[in-house]
C-alpha cells in the first residue's frame, strides 16, 4: 500500500515540479512579444490584477532555455533603463513574469554595470543594518524608509548557468534584496511596521 501511495505522489508531484521549471505558454508568448531592446509594462501594485501577480512567490528557473531567459534580461534592461521611468534594479514578477530573476546595478563595480542573477538565494545577512528610503517601479510616488542588512552573502546563476556566491555591502546590497523580496510577493509598503 505505502509503495503504490509513494508512485502515485511521484506521478502526481514530479509533472508539477518539472513544469514549474519550463516556461509557460504565456510567459513565452510574453517575452518574444518585442525586440530584445523593446521594454515591457511595469506591472503596478495599484491594479488589482497586477497585484495578484507581485504578491506571488516567483517559480525557480531552470537555464536551460538560456535564448529565452537572455530575451527576458534584455528587455527587463531596456525597462529599467528607460529615461521616463529609470531603475537600479528589477525583478522579472514586476514585467509579468513570475520567475526567479532579476537585474541589480552594481554600483560596487566599475562603470555599475546591471547584472542578471537567476535563482537568488541570500544565504547570509550581517547584524549591521541601515535604514534608507527605497522607491519602485511598480509603485510610482512612494518612498518607504526600510531597515535592510549592510552585507549580504548569496549564490545566483548568470544566463548560462554558471554559479556564483559571493559577498556584497553597501547599496548594491539594498538593491539585491530589494528586488529578492519581489521574488517572495514583498512590496516596501509590505515594511511599513519595520
Excluded at 530575451?71 to 537600479?88: E, I
Aim: glycine letters at 4%; charged letters at 20%; proline letters at 5%.
Amino acid at each position: 500500500m505505502r509503495l503504490r501511495l509513494s508512485f502515485f505522489l511521484i506521478a502526481i508531484c514530479l509533472p508539477v515540479f518539472i513544469s514549474a521549471q519550463r516556461a509557460r505558454p504565456n510567459e513565452r508568448e510574453l517575452i518574444r512579444s518585442g525586440t530584445s531592446d523593446t521594454k515591457m509594462r511595469v506591472l503596478q501594485a495599484t491594479a488589482s490584477e497586477d497585484l495578484f501577480v507581485l504578491k506571488q512567490k516567483a517559480l525557480k528557473i531552470s537555464p536551460s532555455n538560456k535564448r529565452l531567459w537572455k530575451k527576458l534580461s534584455q528587455r527587463m534592461l531596456a525597462t529599467v533603463t528607460d529615461p521616463v521611468h529609470p531603475g537600479v534594479g528589477v525583478a522579472a514578477p514586476q514585467v509579468g513574469i513570475s520567475r526567479r530573476l532579476i537585474l541589480v546595478q552594481r554600483f560596487d563595480k566599475e562603470d555599475n554595470p546591471f547584472q542578471v542573477m537567476i535563482n537568488p538565494v541570500i544565504t547570509a545577512f550581517s547584524d549591521s543594518t541601515w535604514k534608507m528610503a527605497e522607491g519602485c517601479l511598480s509603485i510610482p510616488g512612494v518612498r518607504q524608509a526600510v531597515s535592510r542588512p549592510w552585507q549580504i552573502s548569496l549564490k545566483y546563476q548568470n544566463i548560462d548557468g554558471q554559479e556564483f556566491t559571493e559577498t556584497v555591502s553597501g547599496f548594491t546590497a539594498r538593491i539585491i534584496l530589494h528586488e529578492n523580496d519581489h521574488l517572495n510577493g514583498i512590496l516596501i509598503t509590505d515594511h511599513m511596521d519595520n
